[in-house]
């Protein structure tokens, strides 16, 4: 009996008591049904977050893909710029000596044109020299002799070459 008066006891029969009223209600049941819901929730929260992190990942590829593509595209065309320059500058350096060639031997012909013209002139020069000088020796012979006899040999040479 002294089970009876001690409170501990009662206390221990009214939480079995409040077990059985709560178990036989099914809150047991709601209870784990709720815990499921939340470990669904969260499961579901979880797997949200990996399809995300997933597809961060797959647009990081994606994005470093095109990066080093975009890298690959700027060299290649850096490569091509230097090369065309080169190409540019060769045949930059190709013209010049062509049109110094070009120039060189315009004035080699101005030149040659300048020395012909200057040997025309003074041929030109002599033989009007020797034309005047032929005169002044004819018109003295002239003046002193009648007839010259080299004239008229000249003249007789002429003739015959005329027939």
């Known amino acids: 009996m002294a089970l009876l008066l001690d409170s501990h006891f009662w206390i221990a029969i009214a939480f079995v008591v409040l077990m059985l009223i709560l178990a036989s209600a099914g809150v047991h049941k709601l209870a784990a049904r709720m815990l499921d819901d ?30 080093e593509a975009s890298e690959k595209l700027a060299a290649e065309m850096l490569a091509n710029a230097q090369e065309e320059a080169k190409r540019l500058q060769a045949d930059a350096q190709v013209k010049l000596a062509e049109q110094l060639e070009r120039r060189g031997q315009m004035a080699e012909r101005k030149i040659a044109q300048a020395e012909a013209q200057a040997a025309a002139e003074v041929r030109a020069a002599a033989a009007e020299l020797a034309a005047v000088m032929a005169e002044e020796v004819l018109v003295k012979r002239l003046s002193a002799a009648k007839t010259d006899p080299l004239i008229d040999q000249a003249i007789g040479q002429l003739a015959g070459k005329l027939q």
């Open 38 to 67: 939340a470990g669904a929730k969260v499961q579901a929260q979880l797997d949200e977050a990996e399809g995300l992190r997933n597809e961060a990942k797959a647009l990081l590829d994606q994005v470093k893909a095109q990066k």
